[in-house]
């Protein structure tokens, strides 16, 4: 067994482990092994840990398979012979210098419009104006309180400069306050105790900095026992719950329409990956996506996380430093990282210990006493809606003690300190060959690539193209020897099979989420195990989940009869239940929010075997396991199953190509039995 084979069968088997996969293809057919339908294999085991570039003579197809996929998300064999036919720098130059490459085709997102009377998301903080809608609803609390009125509660609603606004609740408790302007508002709400004068039991400052959205306020009523008799009179208690909810997961239910718009943005993203001619730039933006790790679910404004691509796109193969000081000066970072609430005299560590640990050093490099003190350099930095501010008056201007190092520092300040270190070129390396090479690899190997990276004043491309030519990116120990994440399992299965529009059906959120990951929701701030070890992508739930998603693409439900996630009514309004505030901001969202158009890949395996002129099943199986499994030889699968599947179907070895959907049916059924093997899931 060769050095390749062997090392392939390590990660192979760990998928096979899991579940018993060619069931399906092993019913009836036999176990001999295939002729190689190509010339290719991975380097021999002494370029593990090498990193001098390959030359001309060890460049192949499948090694520009490889550099394509992990590079990007694969392709087709005409965009993997395009590579293959240049020389090896030639190749990775092609990617890493992307910015000469016209991408004017990609369409910007196309915006619902629920922000209307904003900036888009990059516009000057003055101009976030508008109005907004209060809503809310008495209820009794825990669980209900007999005898207390929900009728009548007076709600007072304080506007600056404009006065107060008084609202009565109806006999279901409702309450509501139309064209509110943005901004701080106070409400107050009063219960009422018979016989006795009103007294404010609840006050509450509210936030509102979304036009045409709503704060939902519910207002919980409870028995107080002070009367002069010593019964029960109600007190009024409020828990803010604004439309703009931190959950996810009830958007629908919620109603959110800003984050049905994410969803959108979600399936937008997608496209790019798939129809970019800049394959590494948006794997990049992936990278840094889990790298800089923040939800929309905490940021909770679209606009914020369509800017923050943006950012990351800009500086993603550029330079790590400004990188690193635009993302922490990034709006949706202060949000999710509370950096925005770090102000002189009240500090929050939250925002120094994430970009220490998590973005720029890792542990064991920094102490809580250095958290400390960063924590009130970065005192001041805050956002107004799109816009970073450097508020002086929230600053600590006092010295601080850093690293072990003194001075007056602001947030620019440590983040230099932070990358004088050179632990920080070491994790930089790190992550991206946990990402882009392999899992595991020699504390040598990591520190020669933070080399590279110090050396070039961490410009980004250097380490690249390192990376990328290196003798041990092409080795047993690489290729072949990672788990597909679930986005890149997805996009890659659509470029393989020469889609050039991103179905809808099935729908792209619903699919990765049930593989395990949802673009713009990682799980925290840590991002995705996966990223880090690309055996947590998998398990046996998992790798059925990714066989049923390659069957729902080849053989999809038609559009007529397909349910839309993002149109599905929450069942306690479809009954008919439940007309409240909440339903409100449900109906608005449903409204306003754009649709998704549903629509099927367009797909014809048919037109790709004429393509390649394979008229007998062996050729079919040949020229599909080089479309879809580039990157191994025939010794590496069972090839011969394939085949005998294939001539089970077609009645021999001729294929007879005029045949129709007859044909097209049962290219699929092969198609579906390749990307149902381990090897599939591997790249």
């Not at 770090?342 to 542990?363: C, H």
């Not at 009869?561 to 599905?568: A, E, G, I």
Request: charged fraction near 25%.
């Amino acid at each position: 067994m060769s050095e390749r084979h062997r090392s392939r069968t390590l990660t192979v088997g760990l998928v096979s482990a899991l579940v018993v996969v060619c069931t399906a293809l092993a019913v009836g057919l036999g176990a001999q092994s295939g002729a190689p339908v190509a010339n290719r294999g991975s380097g021999p085991i002494e370029w593990v840990g090498d990193l001098t570039p390959i030359g001309p003579e060890d460049w192949s197809y499948d090694r520009a398979a490889h550099l394509l996929e992990r590079a990007g998300f694969g392709g087709t064999p005409e965009e993997i012979q395009r590579l293959a036919s240049m020389t090896p720098a030639e190749a990775v130059d092609s990617l890493v210098d992307y910015e000469q490459i016209d991408n004017s085709h990609l369409p910007p997102f196309d915006e619902s419009g629920i922000y209307e009377g904003l900036p888009p998301s990059g516009g000057k903080a003055s101009a976030w104006q508008g109005t907004t809608t209060v809503a809310g609803r008495a209820e009794n609390a825990e669980g209900g309180v007999g005898g207390v009125p929900l009728r009548g509660i007076e709600v007072y609603l304080e506007v600056p400069g404009q006065g107060t606004r008084t609202a009565l609740t109806d006999d279901w408790g409702r309450f509501r306050f139309e064209s509110v302007p943005v901004g701080t508002v106070t409400m107050r709400a009063r219960g009422r105790r018979p016989g006795r004068p009103t007294n404010v039991s609840y006050i509450k400052e509210l936030t509102l900095t979304t036009p045409d959205d709503y704060a939902y306020v519910p207002l919980l009523m409870y028995p107080t026992p002070d009367n002069d008799d010593g019964s029960a009179s109600p007190d009024v208690y409020g828990v803010v719950n604004q439309l703009r909810s931190r959950d996810a997961s009830a958007a629908i239910q919620s109603g959110r329409p800003d984050l049905l718009e994410v969803y959108r943005l979600e399936q937008w993203w997608a496209e790019r990956m798939l129809t970019t001619r800049r394959p590494l730039e948006e794997k990049l933006v992936l990278f840094w996506h889990g790298h800089f790790a923040n939800s929309a679910d905490k940021v909770a404004d679209y606009r914020l996380v369509i800017q923050q691509l943006e950012t990351m796109r800009a500086h993603a193969a550029g330079n790590f430093a400004e990188l690193l000081t635009a993302m922490s000066k990034n709006p949706a970072m202060l949000i999710y990282l509370d950096g925005n609430q770090n102000v002189k005299g009240q500090f929050n560590e939250n925002f120094a210990r994430e970009i220490m640990e998590l973005f720029s050093l890792g542990l064991d490099n920094y102490t809580e006493d250095d958290i400390k003190e960063a924590a009130r350099a970065f005192t001041g930095w805050t956002n107004v809606g799109p816009s970073f501010l450097f508020n002086r008056d929230s600053h600590d201007p006092s010295e601080k003690l850093v690293f072990g190092k003194t001075g007056r520092y602001d947030g620019d300040d440590i983040i230099a300190l932070i990358l004088d270190k050179p632990a920080s070129a070491r994790f930089i390396a790190r992550k991206m060959l946990m990402f882009f090479v392999r899992g595991e690899f020699t504390p040598e190997l990591e520190e020669r690539l933070a080399a590279v990276l110090r050396d070039n004043d961490y410009e980004l491309k250097p380490l690249l193209r390192t990376l990328f030519l290196s003798k041990d990116f092409y080795s047993p120990a690489s290729m072949g020897e990672m788990i597909k994440a679930p986005v890149h399992f997805t996009v890659s299965t659509y470029r393989k099979l020469g889609v050039e529009v991103l179905p809808t059906i099935p729908d792209f959120r619903v699919s990765t989420v049930a593989l395990g990951q949802e673009l713009l929701f990682p799980p925290n701030v840590s991002g995705w195990n996966g990223d880090k070890d690309s055996a947590a992508w998998i398990n046996p739930g998992m790798f059925f989940n990714r066989a049923n998603f390659a069957n729902s693409v080849l053989f999809p439900e038609p559009v007529e009869s397909f349910w839309p996630p993002d149109r599905t009514i929450p069942d306690r309004y479809a009954w008919g239940g439940e007309f409240t505030a909440v339903r409100a901001e449900y109906d608005y969202a449903y409204t306003r929010v754009k649709r998704i158009p549903r629509a099927t890949a367009e797909i014809n395996l048919t037109r790709i075997v004429k393509e390649a002129d394979a008229r007998t099943a062996d050729a079919v199986v040949d020229h599909f396991i080089l479309r879809f499994l580039p990157t191994f030889s025939p010794d590496d699968i069972d090839r011969q199953r394939i085949v005998d599947f294939l001539t089970s179907q077609t009645g021999g070895q001729m294929i007879d190509l005029g045949s129709g959907d007859t044909l097209e049916e049962t290219l699929r059924q092969v198609v579906h039995l390749i990307m149902s093997m381990p090897e599939y899931n591997v790249s």
